[in-house]
């Protein structure tokens, strides 16, 4: 698989890390939150792991919490936080870093439906402003229809949709 | 990572407290065994010294010395207590009717000496008198005999010294007396069953200068090669305040030998200093050897037997730990940031549970000693007993760290299901090796009491002679206690979860 034009298999160690790092958000279903630190704070932390100075890390921490409409709770630990903020955490600590992709693992697996529609469709805004790519795995239809292309994982077998128009705007 | 450790240490103490125990348990058994194995070793020299009857023995290498100037010079060593004159010689006694005439060891001693030594007893007053021990008393002539007649030995020219009998004295525990008092078996007692001892005034008076005329040059007491009681010698008797020896035996020892060339020192040529006290010392440093190495091999494994306890309490904290390592590499931190946060919070949890363990090993060696621990204790000894305990709980955070950052971390986002809540329990709980460790322990100590394998046998006198599977107790007990300690921590732990829905 290669993602930004590297094969990651072929990376090790340090290389593997920072490409990591550098190139790729995670969110995934549950508590995917450091418990002993706060909002503000596990957004920051790939910054930190990367060394970006601390007024670059404050502004761009500010600027994650503004798009995920979280400014107001920074200072509070994720078991303070609904699990639609904690979603909300994890798509901003995501995407803070500019990642070329983002791998979002059921990552509404535990919410109600009408905050999983919120969530994902604050995921897919945000990856479009960081131009970035989502790769998504849901069991739900609802979540699924946002995506510009689908593949259907069905008794072992991949089922692919024809891939979209280029040209056509407004999808991550 | 420091940012990281700081919030830890800060916002989850429950997790710093769980990993700190892991590190308390093995600190404590050690500390408390070391410093229970150090306030041993400091009471040592204590006992050795305790049926010490003479410390040390001025001997004059002529029977033309004069102590007396060489008394008082002693007298003003520090850590000298006391200086009694002692003249010994063997004569012949002689009944008033005649009728006995017999060989005997003449002691010759100040009439406070008998005073300050409990062992010589019996003794009646003996200001101007001469004290027949039993062996003289049955002998023919003596049973009611007012006077003795006390003349040398040999061809000497009859001496003929009239002195009156003030009583009896009990001489058997006297070994000193009777123990050859240089060479190379300085020590061993020679077989006098006759003796018969006189004021030194009388002695100093009467008798001495017949047998400085008799005894020409050195006394026997400079042969190295001598192997029986000299046939006369004068001294003195040290006797050297006992507080003043270090209370390490292996150090009183050497301070004993020291002291014993500081008095030599003070008359040079005219005394040989015969260390009585270095013998009982030199044992006591062989004993408190022993003692260690018994103590720390009943204490290592109930030290090892913790410490893996320990560690299995704190495997609790391994799922968070094991999640949280896998969250920060999924996020792009390498291996050497996630060793350094381990080694981070690891540092933090042997800090506090090194002081927390100490403390108990401290309390508990306090209260069974009835002092404060560290009472008697070189300070340096004092650090190192510390700091060994303290790296036991070292080495213990480093294995518990070696398993933490050996595995590779699982990425996932929902906790396993922990073993206590899918109601897994160790196969050492199910077989409840605590309770029969205990029982185990107990019932040998049992045996031994009701069998009287822990009482002296008048053959065994001062010491005790255990059989082997006797030490057995300890170690199962050390388990039993280690293993009820875990099962409790674990219950407390389980039930806490329970109340509150969340894992440690």
Not at chain 2, 82 to 88: A, N, P
Not at chain 2, 339 to 345: D, E, V, W
Request: charged share 20%.
């Amino acid at each position: 698989m290669r993602v930004a034009g590297v094969d990651w298999q072929t990376l090790g160690g340090r290389e593997e890390a920072r490409f990591r790092r550098r190139n790729c958000g995670f969110v995934a279903q549950g508590m995917t939150a450091l418990p002993q630190a706060t909002a503000a704070e596990n957004i920051e932390v790939p910054l930190l792991l990367d060394g970006v100075a601390a007024e670059e890390r404050r502004s761009r921490v500010t600027a994650a919490l503004e798009e995920v409409e979280l400014t107001a709770h920074a200072a509070k630990l994720p078991e303070q936080l609904s699990g639609g903020q904690v979603q909300r955490v994890a798509i901003a600590r995501a995407l803070v870093a500019g990642p070329t992709v983002v791998l979002a693992d059921e990552p509404t697996g535990n919410l109600d439906s009408e905050t999983a529609q919120v969530v994902v469709a604050l995921l897919l805004q945000a990856a479009h402003e960081h131009q970035s790519a989502v790769v998504l795995v849901t069991h739900d239809p609802q979540v699924a229809r946002h995506a510009d292309r689908i593949v259907r994982l069905r008794s072992g077998r991949l089922d692919l949709d024809p891939v979209p128009d280029p040209a056509q705007p407004g999808r991550a | 990572m420091r940012w990281l450790a700081a919030r830890t240490l800060w916002r989850a103490p429950r997790r710093l407290a769980l990993a700190a125990l892991a590190v308390t348990f093995p600190v404590a058994v050690l500390g408390a065994t070391l410093l229970f194995i150090e306030q041993s070793v400091q009471a040592m020299t204590a006992v050795a010294l305790e049926r010490q009857q003479v410390d040390m023995r001025a001997l004059a290498t002529t029977l033309t010395a004069d102590l007396s100037p060489v008394a008082r010079n002693i007298r003003t060593v520090p850590g000298v207590h006391r200086v009694e004159r002692f003249g010994s010689a063997d004569v012949i006694v002689t009944s008033p009717d005649r009728r006995g005439r017999v060989t005997v060891r003449l002691f010759a001693v100040d009439p406070e000496y008998l005073q300050s030594h409990p062992w010589l007893a019996g003794a009646s007053a003996l200001g101007g008198h001469a004290l027949l021990n039993a062996a003289v008393r049955a002998a023919p002539g003596f049973g009611s005999a007012d006077r003795v007649r006390i003349d040398l030995p040999g061809d000497s020219k009859p001496l003929g010294v009239s002195v009156p009998v003030g009583g009896s004295i009990d001489l058997r525990r006297a070994t000193t007396w009777f123990a050859i008092p240089a060479g190379e078996v300085q020590g061993d007692v020679a077989v006098v069953p006759r003796a018969v001892v006189v004021d030194y005034a009388v002695f100093q008076r009467s008798i001495l200068p017949a047998l400085r005329a008799t005894f020409t040059g050195n006394t026997a007491v400079a042969n190295p090669g001598l192997t029986d009681l000299p046939p006369a010698s004068v001294e003195l008797h040290v006797a050297i305040d006992h507080s003043a020896y270090p209370s390490d035996p292996g150090r009183a020892a050497k301070w004993s030998v020291a002291m014993q060339r500081v008095l030599e020192r003070r008359a040079p040529g005219t005394i040989i200093v015969a260390d009585n006290a270095a013998e009982p010392l030199a044992e006591a440093s062989a004993d408190a050897t022993n003692a260690k190495v018994l103590f720390l091999l009943l204490g290592i494994p109930g030290a090892l037997v913790v410490a893996a306890l320990g560690v299995s309490a704190a495997a609790a904290l391994e799922e968070a730990n094991q999640r949280e390592n896998a969250l920060l590499r999924l996020r792009g931190a390498t291996d050497t940031q996630v060793a350094r946060l381990a080694l981070l919070q690891g540092a933090a949890a042997w800090l506090a549970g090194s002081l927390v363990g100490l403390c108990i090993a401290v309390a508990v060696v306090s209260l069974a000693v009835g002092h404060p621990a560290w009472r008697g204790v070189p300070p340096g000894q004092l650090a190192f007993t510390l700091l060994l305990a303290a790296a036991a709980g070292l080495l213990t955070t480093g294995v518990r760290l070696a398993f933490l950052l050996r595995r590779r971390p699982r990425v996932q986002a929902e906790p396993a299901a922990r073993p206590s809540a899918s109601g897994w329990v160790p196969r050492w709980r199910r077989a409840r090796l605590d309770v029969v460790a205990l029982a185990v322990g107990v019932l040998i100590l049992a045996v031994n009491v009701w069998a009287g394998g822990l009482r002296q046998t008048p053959i065994e006198s001062a010491t005790l002679a255990l059989s082997f599977y006797v030490l057995l107790a300890p170690v199962a007990l050390w388990l039993g206690v280690g293993l009820l300690a875990v099962r409790g921590l674990l219950v407390l732990l389980a039930s806490r979860t329970t109340r509150s829905g969340h894992g440690p």
